[in-house]
């Protein structure tokens, strides 16, 4: 059998905005530069560690109880942004890859860091086409260590070795690697190259695709 893993932000829903707005909000509020090229490396990040790269040189200001308030006031902010997402957000080509998926009986979940991801999925409305959904609460490290996926592979019954990821981040593209697995990159080259496949959007990846990519020698 074989399966596969979604990440969720950047692959099904676009809320890189709504991180984005909320990271803006709290560097402006404490005075840090942040800006959307730095945003650019949170990809993939948890949130811990995403305030981490946000602070930079400037995290000795900073007691672990400040910190801790941060990433929960950004938190905050983005749990009440994603009240408004709908169905109507998903990315072009992501329900009908998840529908053929379905059809063709091979299992999917989504594989997130996000601790919010659950809640997206709901919103999205599209559980009922997911075989399982794994987010940040469940694992103790954070991409690019493989946890997050081996979780999502065993809670489909899926060895990592039949398993294709799909990723829009580089750290989750190493994670995907270093579990074993195949992994199909959205986006930019230079940032998912490492990936066995690169594909502009999740409307290029196609079922024979993914059966294709299992079947070959397993080299990126």
């Not at 999917?108 to 559980?127: C, T, W, Y």
């Not at 990846?205 to 397993?218: G, H, Q, Y």
Request: net charge negative; charged share 25%.
């Amino acid at each position: 059998m074989i399966g596969v893993i979604f990440d969720l932000d950047g692959v099904l829903v676009d809320t890189a905005e709504y991180h984005y707005r909320a990271w803006q909000a709290l560097a402006d509020r404490i005075g840090v530069p942040f800006d959307r090229g730095t945003n650019e490396a949170l990809r993939g990040v948890d949130r811990e560690n995403s305030l981490r790269l946000l602070l930079g040189a400037h995290a000795d200001r900073f007691s672990d109880e400040e910190k801790a308030a941060f990433c929960a006031s950004k938190n905050a902010e983005y749990v009440t942004a994603i009240e408004t997402v709908t169905p109507a957000d998903l990315l072009p080509g992501a329900r009908e890859l998840l529908l053929a998926l379905r059809v063709a009986r091979i299992p999917a979940a989504v594989a997130s860091s996000s601790k919010n991801a659950r809640r997206v999925v709901e919103r999205l409305e599209i559980g009922d086409l997911l075989d399982g959904l794994v987010d940040g609460s469940l694992v103790d490290k954070a991409k690019p260590d493989p946890e997050l996926f081996l979780i999502a592979a065993a809670r489909l019954g899926v060895m990592p070795a039949h398993c294709v990821v799909v990723e829009d981040a580089e750290a989750g593209v190493r994670a995907a690697l270093a579990g074993g697995m195949r992994a199909i990159g959205i986006g930019d080259p230079t940032r998912v190259g490492a990936a066995h496949r690169v594909c502009a959007s999740v409307a290029d990846i196609t079922v024979d695709m993914i059966r294709e990519l299992l079947a070959a020698p397993a080299t990126a």
